[in-house]
């Protein structure tokens, strides 16, 4: 209930994760039949860069910046260059109403699908903190495909799977405030969820402090849980400080069947881009794959020794 994602708006944490998210709804959208998006810690939906949260930590400069100036302000050169998932998703970050001068609005999770889904489909937006469900409620009042629930996400779960329209994604991405007690949380949030729904897709969000901290997790997903698991990771630093965020990933349970070919340039990209004071390191594998998909290589080469400044 402390945890205010004001303070961290458009990070490298956030790159990793709404790519992903963009990717996945795009995934979705090359079906034309409706499908539901499900958010179970939507936050207030929409972040000010230049306003007094962001503004104390700075951390949208070595994220979402970094994408508009490569070069430490020098120019956007090279945003022309990005793939063309991350040329996509970051179009429409400065497409936002707001950003027309420039980068001063960050869109969180909620807004960037629903700018993104069709008139069809639909969003179920939790969010526990008053506060923050009372924005997201002003921000979505005229938009009658997405509802807001003040509840407890994991507890909204049980009624809004599976949605009317039978497909969909599921976002899981708490603020981990419970530490490592969380994790099990999110286990049977998905154990329950995907006895009622097996089909819907479930992309969930954690952080890398300590690698020992998450391993228990990824390997819990790979005994039942889908056929079909894919993991997304970037660290910008080495895992082996609970001191810092050193990196995040994403789990995609139930996968779309090319996903892993979408999000590899773009990872590459975001691993040459995002790195602070040595290059970052990206992980793309298939932590289950019964499909009998070739998998791809499990993570991106050692980096090399940073270049002298």
Request: glycine content about 8%; proline content about 13%; charged content about 25%.
């Given at each position: 209930m402390n945890y205010r994602h004001a303070y961290h708006a458009g990070n490298f944490a956030d790159v990793l994760k709404h790519v992903?998210?963009?990717?996945?709804?795009?995934?979705?959208?090359?079906?034309?039949?409706?499908?539901?998006?499900i958010d179970t810690h939507a936050g207030s939906?929409?972040?000010?860069?230049?306003?007094?949260?962001?503004?104390?930590?700075?951390?949208?400069?070595d994220g979402i910046r970094r994408l508009l100036f490569p070069d430490l302000g020098a120019?956007?050169?090279q945003a022309a260059t990005l793939p063309p998932l991350l040329r996509r998703w970051l179009d429409c970050i400065l497409a936002l109403p707001g950003n027309e001068d420039g980068l001063k609005l960050y869109p969180g999770s909620p807004l960037q699908a629903a700018r993104a889904m069709r008139e069809g489909d639909s969003a179920h937006l939790c969010e526990l903190h008053p506060e923050e469900a009372a924005r997201l409620r002003e921000l979505f009042a005229r938009d009658a495909r997405v509802h807001v629930h003040h509840r407890d996400g994991y507890e909204a779960l049980k009624a809004l799977v599976p949605p009317p329209e039978k497909r969909g994604l599921v976002l899981i991405d708490p603020p981990y405030e419970a530490q490592d007690a969380e994790y099990r949380v999110i286990e049977r949030a998905l154990k329950a969820s995907l006895a009622?729904?097996?089909?819907g897709v479930y992309a969930v969000w954690y952080p890398i402090k300590l690698r020992s901290q998450v391993q228990?997790?990824?390997r819990g997903l790979q005994h039942g849980m889908a056929r079909?698991?894919?993991?997304?990771?970037?660290?910008?630093?080495?895992?082996?400080s609970p001191l810092r965020l050193n990196g995040s990933g994403m789990v995609i349970l139930n996968a779309p069947w090319n996903l892993d070919e979408?999000?590899?340039?773009?990872?590459?990209?975001?691993?040459?881009?995002l790195g602070q004071g040595q290059p970052a390191r990206w992980n793309l594998d298939w932590?289950?794959?019964?499909?009998?998909?070739?998998?791809?290589?499990?993570?991106?080469?050692?980096?090399?020794?940073?270049?002298p400044r």
């Open positions: 992903v998210l963009l990717a996945l709804v795009e995934a979705l959208e090359a079906k034309p039949t409706p499908f539901a998006y939906g929409c972040y000010a860069l230049e306003g007094k949260e962001a503004g104390k930590t700075g951390e949208y400069r120019g956007n050169g009622r729904w097996p089909t228990p997790f990824l079909r698991v894919l993991r997304a990771e970037l660290l910008v630093h080495a895992d082996d979408v999000l590899r340039e773009p990872l590459r990209a975001m691993a040459r881009l932590l289950v794959n019964d499909s009998g998909d070739t998998p791809p290589p499990p993570r991106s080469p050692a980096p090399r020794s940073p270049r």
